[in-house]
């Protein structure tokens, strides 16, 4: 398959769609108005004007969101069919004796948006394939997504605007759907091909599987599901090879199909198929086996995995989104080193923070001034006297940089007075550190028992030296479940607006938060459906949080979040 970097030397020569030449054309384009997208015109597009060729419209998970930039749309080239373009940056099968060169195109989804909209794809569409300029074969349009982009292709598959319908077949790929709506996307008509990894712990298989069985039941044509073994979330991987052999082929499938000549179904399933068991387990028990699970479907939620992180960050405590990446560090047991990550897992930057040890390290924030703060408050025993945050200027960070030196915020607590206390008031913990108008905030994780739910938040000053902290004010978020409760990561949005606190599978969002008091009248909790050792988060921006969660006893890989909070 042709490199990312070759394809990045042939966008600056390709510039427009009217661009004559026997080369294939992947081109970067803006539609009037103003949707963001990618579109790849096959090899002698240009000279063949006669010829219309087959259409996949490919939508994108949730790490390619974005502004529909030049440089936002390249991440639509990590995954998906635009990764298995040829050295003439084609995408061509052999099928019945001749070769056959798919057009792609690759709309961008807008950041505000939590999923897939079928509105949005068919306004997107009607601008883009209804023009006039497009010579396409209007009988051999192809829809495939993964993850986001597969439960979009389910919701588009089912919208009234896909009445009559438009497509000639479907793959939805790592994907979850609404099964309410599985008949009246399979009255559409369109044969799906489903794929889904087995081990996938971020949309479950049996979601996945669950829901070609609701659409399976109610069609009368062709419908397929690939059960992928050893395989996780990135099943696409596998189902968007060119060079899979052709009973695994997507694309001489796609090709076998046209519109309104779907195969019938040569089996029925009487009675209706069993769905695949769904195992319920309760929190404790995900606790002690490691276990990261989605519930059934996330169908209405808006938060996704976007990658994997790092196995240098498999005890990730703490993150900080900063420009072109997010700044992260380990825990208790670890070296002293500060990391840069990029939004897609790669490591940008590694530097050692000079004067410092690496104790008990839980969280990071950063002030408007250019200084990361790294907080040395791990306390489970809650035996510790003093506590250390390290200060370090990053303003002047190059790819070169090798150690940075730190100043240290050394402080005591005001409220406690044994070490440790009874075990009514093991509440001394902390993992949750955030700054707001050049103040630093610091909120407990509490294991008291019988658990009363309380979370202490204290007050500290940016300046080295030694402090005591002020406790200003404390709340129960509630009793129901220590581990739902317990505070692993704080931070306070860009706009100084909203504070957000992490537990292992909840948000809890104060509005107009005020650095004075936890105002329960302005409290939000979203849950993640989703339960992991959560102990990092930060805002990418006022809407958008990413949230980091540890490796579990070398049972699953640490990953990289993203929660949409926007109402």
Known sequence: MISLSTIGRLLLCMCFLGFKSTHAQLLEKRTPSGKGYYINLPVGYDQSAGKKH?????????????NGSNLSLKKLLLNGPL???????????QNEGRRECFIIISPQLPSKYRSWLDDYVYSFLDEVMNDGNLRYDKDRVYLTGYSLGGNGVYKVLGSDKNIPNRWAAAAPVAAWGNRKNACKIASAGASTWAFHGEQDRTVTFASGKNMHL?????????????ALK??????????YK??????????????????????EKTTRSEPAPTPEKEKEVSIEKLALAGISAFNETTEGTNFYKITDLPSVLKEVSGIQADSGGVWAHNDSGNLPFLFKISPTGEILYKIKISGASNVDWEDMTADDQGNLYIADVGNNSNKRRRFIIYKIDIRNVTRSTLKL???????TLPDQQAFPPDNKHLNFDFEALSWKDNSLYLFSKNRTKPFNGVVKMYRIPTEEGEHQAELLDSLSLGTDGMLNHWITGADISPDGQTLALLSSDRVFLFAGFDGKR???GSLKVIPLNHFSQ?????????????IADENVKGLLSNTLYSLNIED
């Open 83 to 93: 990764t298995q373009l040829d050295e003439d940056l084609s995408l061509c099968v």
């Open 54 to 66: 087959p259409v996949i419209v490919f939508l994108h998970g949730i790490g390619q969101k974005g």
């Open 534 to 546: 959560k102990e990092a988060i930060t805002f990418l921006n006022k809407d958008t949080l990413y």
């Open 518 to 520: 936890l105002d329960p």
């Open 405 to 411: 030196p730190s100043q240290r915020i050394i402080f």
């Open 214 to 226: 609701a659409v399976d039941q109610c069609s009368q044509v062709e419908n397929k599901f690939t």
């Open 230 to 239: 050893n395989v996780g979330h990135d099943s696409w991987k596998n189902a």
């Open 242 to 263: 060119v060079k899979n052999p052709a009973s695994q082929n997507l694309y001489k499938w796609f090709l076998s199909n046209k519109l309104g000549e779907a195969r």
